[in-house]
């Protein structure tokens, strides 16, 4: 498990896949904004905005709930839900081209590449591309201004949503992430309750406590301590800060400061991206 986090948080510590030509080009070019610089050329969809679906990326630290924003908005718009995460799982559990050096790696304790993530990405939105649909979401990448770049010249972002919570309340959250033993689902304990002051809102978050048959089952993970946890933010933050610049000089960036859980956040982040009256405008429109 361990060594799976650790492939998660990808950089560009390892070399580039061998004989791959698709790493290899960009092994040796510079990310650049209009040329194609990949040979064979990648299957990202690059259309007409008005001709397909949104194509978003989520960017927020780890902790703060994209893959749940995401994946809910996923669901109105009607786009899929593509989780970086969920590519290495899945080549990893298959007998993908990429499978047995992805477990060399792993097995090695290494990070993953940009080039073999964006190669699982390519892959992934090719396959959906020919299965028909339109747009996605990008949940956990770009991660480094590296893939930032390389997405760039590939295929259209039209915006990047930043996800942020303060942080007192993101570290209560991540120290209170429990998982069941026994099905290994995951529940958090943590039930958060501050209250407003000098004109700033306060925050309510509820607990997502697990079913009693997990109950008595649950484990904190061995990385969620308080030590842990601020490592691993400050890690984020300076690897994403060059990120949300890259967007935000584009004038893509959306800033989200999340007021609470999901029953406070979610009306306010359809708000901020204009989409509260997007299901009613839809029937109207069918
Ligand atoms: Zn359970």
């Not at 998982?179 to 209250?195: H, L, Q, R, T, W």
């Not at 904190?220 to 933010?233: F, G, I, P, Y």
Request: hydrophobic letters at 35%; charged letters at 25%.
């Amino acid at each position: 498990m361990a060594a799976i986090s650790r492939l998660l948080r990808s950089t560009t510590s390892i070399p580039y896949l061998a004989g791959k030509s698709f790493s290899s080009a960009v092994a040796s070019q510079a990310p650049s904004y209009n040329t194609p610089f990949l040979h064979p050329k990648p299957q990202f969809p690059r259309k007409d905005p008005r001709d397909r679906n949104v194509q978003w990326i989520f960017l927020g630290c780890p902790g703060v709930g994209k893959g749940t924003y995401a994946s809910r908005l996923c669901k109105l718009l009607g786009v899929p839900h593509i989780a970086t995460g969920d590519l290495v799982r899945e080549e990893l559990a298959s007998s993908g081209p990429l499978s047995a050096q992805l477990s060399d790696i792993v097995n090695q304790g290494q990070l993953v590449s940009d080039e073999i993530i964006i190669s699982l990405l390519s892959k992934r939105l090719a396959a959906g591309e020919a299965k028909g649909e339109s747009g996605f979401i990008l949940d956990g990448f770009p991660r480094t201004i590296n893939q930032a770049e390389i997405l760039d010249g590939v295929t259209d972002i039209d915006l990047a949503v930043n996800l942020k919570i303060r942080e007192d309340v993101l570290l209560e959250k991540c120290l209170g992430r429990r998982i069941c033993s026994e099905c290994g689902k995951n529940f958090n304990v943590a039930s958060i309750n501050i209250k407003g002051e000098n004109g700033s809102p306060g925050i309510m978050m509820a607990p997502l406590l697990p079913p009693a048959q997990c109950m008595s089952k649950l484990v904190t993970r061995a990385d969620d301590t308080e030590e842990v946890v601020k490592e691993r933010l400050r890690i984020y933050y300076d690897m994403s800060e060059p990120v949300e610049e890259f967007y935000r000089s584009q004038g893509k960036l959306l800033e989200f400061e999340l007021p609470g859980g999901i029953p406070e956040s979610w009306p306010k982040l359809l708000q901020a991206l204009n989409l509260d009256d997007y299901e009613s405008r839809q029937s109207a429109a069918a």
